[in-house]
């Protein structure tokens, strides 16, 4: 047998597409990465009873898209990203703003915010005890 593999009865599926692209009345590259993200997740031998993390009923089918918008900038050291992901089963919303930048090859800091719409037990709300959150993050490397 393998160690640590454990059988799901769950397909997963995802499409994605990206491109790089300019905004109208902005001068420069085409530097803007906007990406078009779609999930899809089906479980074989669907029961009623089955439980996600914090109790609420799987699906038996499952729809998650994100839309996500980057852009790097001074030298590519600083990065903006926005994401919006919704969960068309429940209807919940996660909204995810980041804004980081790498002051030497040792040293970036970040900092984002993460916030969300929907129930507790909604598939964006399962495990986050306050839901919504504020980032702030430093990383060393050496």
Same mark, same amino acid.
Request: glycine content about 10%; hydrophobic content about 40%; charged content about 25%.
């Given at each position: ?5 454990? #059988? #799901?009865? *769950?397909?997963? +599926? ?13 001068? !420069?590259? &085409?530097?803007?990465? @906007?990406?078009?993200?779609?999930? !899809? ?12 993390? !914090? ?10 898209? @994100? ?18 992901? +919704? &969960? &068309? ?11 980081? +930048? ?10 984002? +915010? ?12 399962? !495990?986050?005890?306050?839901?919504? *959150?504020?980032?702030?993050? @430093?990383?060393?490397?050496?």
């Amino acid at each position: 047998g393998f160690t640590g593999l454990a #059988r #799901r009865n *769950e397909m997963r +599926y995802a499409l994605n597409a990206e491109t790089n692209f300019r905004p109208p009345f902005f001068s !420069g590259p &085409a530097d803007w990465l @906007i990406t078009l993200w779609y999930a !899809g997740f089906v479980q074989f031998g669907y029961d009623n009873d089955f439980r996600a993390l !914090g109790g609420a009923p799987l699906k038996r089918w499952r729809h998650l898209g @994100i839309f996500s918008l980057s852009k790097a900038f001074w030298n590519d050291r600083a990065v903006f990203s926005a994401a919006v992901a +919704y &969960a &068309a089963n429940d209807g919940s919303w996660r909204f995810v703003d980041s804004l980081s +930048y790498e002051i030497n090859d040792a040293l970036k800091v970040k900092a984002g +915010y993460s916030g969300f719409t929907g129930n507790r037990d909604d598939i964006w709300g399962v !495990g986050d005890r306050e839901l919504d *959150e504020i980032q702030f993050e @430093i990383e060393y490397n050496f």
